[in-house]
């Protein structure tokens, strides 16, 4: 396998992002959870996102674990190198996008590094450096609430320049619209001047494709689903990529149960769990009594095994942002979130040993911790549920399962629903 482009991403709803986004652009692109062992077969592709769940880890893991990534896409040819982070930038001033990137930029032997997280099908823009969500700065959406990463300054250049051992600058509108050869060549006077990263403006997917014109030549980016637009796009127009990709793998259906798991506290995911009440039995775990020993896995199984024979359940943690805090306030953020995650991701097995066989999943550390218990190892690329969010199918699994695995703030209300028709 000789690849045309080769992502790390440090999530796996994050992963699954990119690699719809890579799909839908017109490369043949797989996703593994990991670096794949050695000798493990998979199937021919033009690109890989190795997902790692290492957003909210320690830096020094999160870089070890990065670099033994693109360590193994290089292996592959992979000759342009993409780490995948969050389109709303999750991190804090300790890391991880900051160490990480300067760790696979010195791998890749580049001296600057162009960053952008927009992703403008989902509302992600960037100007003048500073981060939208839809109308509002990045600080005056609800990622300001977010329990590991809460984001409360819109401007990257600060926020990257926080976390990096090297001054940022900035790639302008005015030198996007100027088109590939001005980025270019603005990227080499920053590079110039002893920075090591450059957050690059994007309002438009036109501007994402400038972008993509002009690093795809160079080694090592850091970007969101967009910059991966722009970068499939540099490759398919240049004959380096399979245009007749998307969606592809849908495949034979599965059949089994199937079922629904929230960890996502954001406010998207709060309202596809009230919208889901309407159409499935919805079961809201209280995260106290869990924290205070009680059996809550037990009883949510109990809860899905009396109603899976007649249709999907919805097993949620999810509660507003006032809750959020009251929790961690008691327990800690770490230990409330990692306890909620492994409570999830073993309902996740108990479900699977009860038949379920087509999963939703919402919440990034959540899909983590589950597809992790599952030992679920790579997915082949289905059909788009909401921007941002596919079907996807395991590979390597004896027998089948399809999953889709939703970051906290992507689909629209019906979100659950629409996962689980799709996936029918
Ligand atoms: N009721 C709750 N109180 C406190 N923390 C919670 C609660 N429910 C879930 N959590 C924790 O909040 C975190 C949510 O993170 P997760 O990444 O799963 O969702 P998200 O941040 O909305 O999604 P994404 O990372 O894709 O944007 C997890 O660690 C989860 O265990
Ligand atoms: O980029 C995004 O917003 C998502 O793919 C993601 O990483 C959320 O966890």
């Not at 507003?320 to 073993?346: K, M, N, T, W, Y």
């Not at 997915?379 to 906290?408: C, D, H, N, W, Y």
């Not at 703030?409 to 659950?416: A, E, H, I, S, T």
């Amino acid at each position: 396998m000789s690849l045309a482009l080769g992502c790390v991403a440090d999530d796996y709803t994050g992963a699954s992002d990119l690699a719809n986004t890579l799909t839908k652009a017109g490369l043949r692109t797989i996703q593994t959870i990991g670096v794949p062992e050695e000798g493990r077969a998979l199937p021919e592709a033009d690109a890989v996102v190795v997902a790692l769940k290492s957003r909210s880890i320690p830096a020094d893991q999160a870089v070890a674990r990065s670099r033994e990534a693109e360590a193994w896409l290089r292996a592959r040819g992979a000759a342009h190198v993409m780490f995948k982070v969050c389109s709303t930038f999750d991190s804090t001033d300790a890391g991880n996008i900051g160490p990480v990137m300067d760790a696979l930029r010195a791998e890749a032997g580049e001296t600057i590094a162009l960053v952008t997280p927009a992703f403008p099908e989902t509302g992600r823009s960037v100007y003048q450096g500073n981060l939208f969500v839809g109308a509002v700065p990045l600080n005056e959406s609800p990622l300001k609430d977010h329990p590991l990463n809460p984001m409360r300054d819109a401007n990257l250049v600060r926020v990257l320049g926080r976390q990096s051992g090297s001054p940022v600058g900035l790639i302008d509108t005015a030198t996007v619209a100027r088109g590939a050869e001005a980025v270019a060549a603005r990227l080499d006077a920053l590079a110039a001047e002893g920075k090591g990263a450059a957050i690059a403006d994007a309002i438009f997917d036109s501007d994402l494709e400038v972008l993509g014109r002009a690093i795809i030549d160079r080694q090592f980016s850091v970007g969101a689903s967009g910059l991966g637009l722009g970068l499939a796009r540099a490759l398919v127009a240049d004959g380096r990529g399979t245009t007749d990709a998307a969606g592809a793998a849908v495949g034979e259906p599965v059949g089994g149960a199937s079922a629904c798991l929230a960890g996502s506290c954001s406010q998207a995911t709060l309202q596809q769990v009230a919208a889901a009440e309407a159409i499935m039995p919805v079961l809201r775990l209280d995260p106290a009594r869990l924290l205070a020993g009680d059996d809550v896995v037990a009883e949510a199984l109990a809860f899905a095994e009396e109603r899976l024979s007649s249709g999907p359940v919805l097993i949620a943690t999810s509660a507003p942002p006032e809750s959020v805090r009251a929790l961690q306030a008691a327990h800690g953020v770490d230990a409330a979130g990692h306890a909620i995650e492994a409570a999830l991701a073993a309902i996740a097995e108990g479900l699977v040993a009860r038949g379920v066989r087509r999963l939703v999943v919402a919440g990034g550390e959540t899909s983590g911790a589950v597809v992790d218990r599952l030992g679920l190892t790579a997915f082949l690329l289905g059909p788009e549920i909401a921007a941002g969010v596919p079907v996807l199918r395991t590979a390597g699994r004896p027998e089948p399962m399809l999953l889709a695995l939703k970051s906290g703030n992507f689909g629209g209300p019906d979100f659950f629903g629409r996962a689980l028709d799709m996936m029918a």
